[in-house]
């Protein structure tokens, strides 16, 4: 309570600044609600351009569907940033925690001991735009609550997955696991823990609610898996996921040749425990993982894998021994790395190009080496060859 007054001074300051070039209606929501934090910040200044206060400061004083912009330079931190429950924006009016125009904020957690997060979200319906986040003690972003949308994101080796979804604690029911998160137009590579074995780029595993959506993200030379979807039967299943427009490559592998013997290495792990979940795997491109470049990792479901390419991973480009998805549309292809046969149980038909031994027609189109960007809009292009491609 103690903080109105200072909230009340900053929004008409902040309005005066913002209605130089936003409509009234912006103007209007932006005048209780923007903070401006950079790395030279102090909690107790006031939050605009000339006085920004720091990131945990902000989080506390943010109206909902406000906006925090953080001005470029590396913060470092020594424990957990966590956005609590209930901090919630709206449905109409995300509360945002964006880069500032043009300016790179690297979030490093180097100093935090084994164990400990950089990100903790556990709020509903924010947007964080722009943010590295590199070297926390175990996830770089942990996203607990539901509607948020993560974007232009990077997670970068952190000590276990870099972006990870999942409950707020051991005691929250799974009606309330976190559903409807959007990671959007994001990269997160060379994630490493300790052991070797769990570090992904990506995870939506173990305890996650339904409409979880990965699209336009690119995982790649995380120690483990690309994504990584786990069931265990201890929690039984989680909700449905969608990965779609992505891409996944070089996993197992760190981007300096570092490898861990129990890395899993695959490009998209989509299962765990023999639990049935119906993911959707979608226009999605795997490119020389250390292992399957998709398998169904004992999901015996009903998943929609379709317009997906896998290219020289070092088992199975495809791999799903048992459940009857639905693989429509799909090409699988190896240049360099012999690797096995692909198999899909399920239904298959001949819209697709698996790899029996010789690459079908489509794979003309994978042969060149590979590039990707991000596009202004955010759409992930993949290149081969300097060819954009679209499956
Ligand atoms: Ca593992
Ligand atoms: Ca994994």
Request: hydrophobic share 30%.
């Amino acid at each position: 309570m103690q903080v109105r007054p200072v909230i009340a001074c900053v929004s008409l300051l902040a309005g005066a600044l913002l209605a130089v070039s936003g409509t009234a209606a912006q103007a209007a929501t932006a005048a209780s609600s923007t903070l401006y934090v950079s790395p030279s910040g102090s909690d107790s200044a006031a939050g605009t351009q000339s006085a920004p206060t720091t990131l945990t400061s902000a989080i506390g004083r943010i109206a909902p569907g406000g906006t925090i912009y953080l001005r470029g330079g590396t913060y470092t931190y020594t424990s957990t940033i966590t956005i609590p429950a209930g901090s919630n924006g709206t449905s109409g009016a995300r509360t945002t925690l964006t880069a500032y125009a043009g300016e790179k904020p690297v979030l490093d957690f180097s100093g935090e001991s084994d164990g400990s997060r950089g990100i903790q979200l556990n709020a509903s319906y924010w947007h964080l735009y722009g943010l590295t986040v590199e070297h926390a003690g175990d996830n770089g972003i942990y996203v607990g609550g539901s509607d948020n949308v993560v974007e232009r994101a990077v997670t970068a080796y952190n000590r276990d997955t870099g972006l990870q979804l999942g409950r707020i604690a051991s005691t929250t029911p799974s009606s309330q696991w976190p559903s409807n998160n959007l990671i959007v137009s994001s990269e997160s590579h060379d994630n490493k823990d300790s052991t070797g074995e769990n570090a992904d780029g990506f995870a939506s595993k173990l305890t996650t609610g339904t409409g979880n959506v990965f699209r336009y993200d690119v995982s790649h030379n995380n120690v483990d898996d690309g994504w990584d979807l786990y069931t265990k039967s201890a929690t039984g299943p989680i909700g449905p996921v969608t990965i779609e427009y992505s891409l996944s490559y070089g996993n197992g592998t760190l981007s300096d040749g570092t490898q861990n013997k129990n890395g899993d290495r695959n490009g998209y792990k989509l299962g765990g425990d023999d639990i049935a979940v119906d993911h959707v795997v979608r226009h999605d491109i795997a490119y020389d993982n250390g292992h399957h470049g998709f398998t169904y990792n004992s999901n015996p479901g009903r998943m929609t894998v379709s317009n997906n390419v896998s290219i020289d991973s070092v088992q199975r480009n495809f791999s799903f021994d048992a459940g009857s998805s639905v693989f429509r549309s799909n090409t699988s292809c190896r240049f360099k790395v012999s690797g096995s046969n692909d198999k899909t149980v399920g239904d298959a038909d001949g819209s697709n190009q698996f790899w029996t031994g010789t690459n079908g027609s489509r794979c003309s189109s994978y042969s060149g080496a590979l590039g990707w960007s991000f596009t202004s809009s955010g759409s992930l292009a993949v290149t081969f060859g300097g060819k954009v491609v679209t499956p």
